[in-house]
């Protein structure tokens, strides 16, 4: 039987416990372990070549990132979101990360678009494997937020990212929806650089919003609430509103802003 764990790559981790939390996440966010995989300990121990005890630490690790559940009676598998659990990671997502885009327009440096900048064109290549997509897709949304210098901000949207990836990865299936998603990372991407706090703001939320749309997600109540699908239209149409003459976003090293906690 295939082995839904990717090979550890360079440089090797520091740990057995280290390296099987990132095979198991990344199998994980990919969709290799989609919703409802019920997992043991014992065939874990086997296919990842670890004994018992990393494995153990390693699922309470991802349990308490949400990437995993487990059960009273230590069953351990990978949860399957209801739309209800859905649409409330989008609609803290929708409040938190215009804030984390508002902040990393004032400081994101040269390095951090060009690393965002090569997860776009990587995304692009991808849009036929949803797996690696979301992958992609997760990263390209840490390494915006990361921008923000906010530590707290982050490590509360790498975990709410990540609860979303398990969804979209077995969901998304549509490649022009892939593309159209990729076109609305472009737009804020270009507010960033501009050093515009106002747009990346705007087109964060309702790039976020579009999603829970484009999923087919509704609530009776939210702020998501009768969210028309509009994709890059109505993206475009805020960029317009929200996008204003700015000054020209110069490549901030990170030396010229004070220090802050990564």
Known sequence: MTSP???????AYRTTQERVVAQLRQAI?????PPGTRLTQNELAGQLEASTSPIREAVRQLAAEGLLRIAPNTRVTVPVPTAEELADVYELLALLEPLAMRKAANRITADELD???????EMAQAVDDVGRWS??????????AAASGSEPLLQVLVILRRMASIYLSVTLRVPRGLVESGDEHRLVLD???????????SLSRHHLLDTLATLGIRRGTGTHQGVA???LGRAQRVAGRAGS???????????EHPPAAR
């Open 29 to 33: 966010l990919s969709g290799q372990l």
């Open 5 to 11: 764990f990717a090979a550890p790559t360079p440089p």
């Open 115 to 121: 690393a965002a900048e090569a997860l776009l064109e």
């Open 229 to 231: 699908r509009g994709g």
């Open 191 to 201: 507010a960033l650089r501009r050093g515009d706090a106002t747009a990346a703001a």
């Open 245 to 255: 003459p700015r000054r020209p976003a110069t490549a901030r090293r990170r030396s």
């Open 135 to 144: 992958m992609l897709n997760c990263q390209l949304h840490s390494t915006l």
